[in-house]
């Protein structure tokens, strides 16, 4: 095994402590985050730091960090309110990977990679015409944290759209028929293979595996 | 495609709408959170909410929902300052979902499932010794969201302990060497395997890939 402190994880060099820092917590959800700003130009920007924060009503947090080309979703989504989610396939991830770089303000991402936007009636954000799973959002709250200067945005799923062979009987989404992808670290991007849904845990009883369907 | 509004989202069965909501954002990080109680028992719950908040320092978040059995598990940390994360993989993901059940208070949920207890020097939270990828945490912020009553809990790395052949010259931990599993949804476990790791994204050229080494 290998070991590192504290002192030796502050120690590291930035940009290797933010490639091992990111690695870390394991797999993690990746999405294009589609938006429109002031004069209808339409920006496009990936994010690892989704996270769930409840279904009733239905919430997802997103991560901002002060210092880069995120800045211009932020402040998209301040202006109109609005957002949509995407997830990655293996037909599209390097465009999605490249609409990290620092385009200039006024040159949508969708243009500059080739991603296809698409709006849905009268809402006002771009969905990616190549995803297979997407929903609409709806700012809620921003929350600044002192810590590290970093934003959460609280968001509510306003509308969903996904392919009608992927959601089961309970409601699970399969996410692997989908063809939807994971992320690890900054840049590494991976397919899965299902090992088993397990029921629901009791004290007095194993899990059971829940079958799949289709 | 099918479509749902928030209308028909808001009018779902209550378990079919988390086991839906849960799965839509995608693949998760999926962790065990070891702590001990003011008693010196053991406790081990699983957690799919850890979210990258920032690397220098190096934070992480996990939500907590008030109505479950993670309740002692934030106790614990709120009590002692400290916890452990721990990577699953699939020769204990069995133990893992099953740490989920609502044991008795005094009941440690590794002796229920199994899964071996380790202890590191003088730090007050257990390792999962099964686990490839272990990090030690300590509490830094609890940010209670009026929203739907979730706590946000943000810590700290203190100490990382991770197999030598997984780290790659650039800091990126190979978590697919080190067996490390996702999960999607409230109980879908997944393998993964690497499509690439892709090159910082730059305006001017497209990503190249970049080689993952042993």
Not at 95 to 108: D, L, M, N, V
Not at 132 to 147: G, H, S, V, W
Not at 167 to 196: M, N, W
Request: aromatic share 12%.
């Amino acid at each position: 095994m290998t070991q590192f402190s504290a002192s030796q994880i502050a120690d590291m060099e930035q940009r290797y402590r933010a490639t091992f820092i990111n690695s870390l917590g394991g797999f993690k959800s990746v999405v294009l985050v589609g938006t429109v700003d002031g004069q209808g130009v339409t920006n496009l920007a990936i994010f690892n730091s989704l996270f769930h924060l409840g279904a009733n009503p239905p919430l997802w947090g997103l991560v901002f960090r002060p210092d880069t080309v995120e800045r211009h979703t932020l402040s998209n989504i301040e202006y109109t309110g609005y957002y949509t989610l995407n997830h990655l396939t293996d037909k599209m991830y390097e465009q999605a990977h490249q609409t990290s770089a620092r385009y200039p303000k006024g040159e949508s991402e969708f243009k500059a990679t080739g991603l296809t936007p698409e709006f849905w009636e009268y809402f006002p954000a771009p969905f990616v015409a190549e995803s297979p799973i997407r929903f609409a959002m709806e700012m809620r709250e921003k929350i600044p944290l002192d810590l590290n200067g970093t934003i959460l945005l609280i968001g509510q799923i306003k509308h969903v759209l996904l392919p009608d062979h992927v959601l089961q009987p309970d409601g699970f989404v399969d996410l692997e028929k989908a063809g939807s992808l994971t992320c690890s670290g900054l840049d590494s991007y991976h397919r899965t293979q299902r090992i088993a849904r397990l029921s629901y845990a009791k004290p007095d009883s194993w899990p059971q595996e829940i079958p799949v369907i289709g």
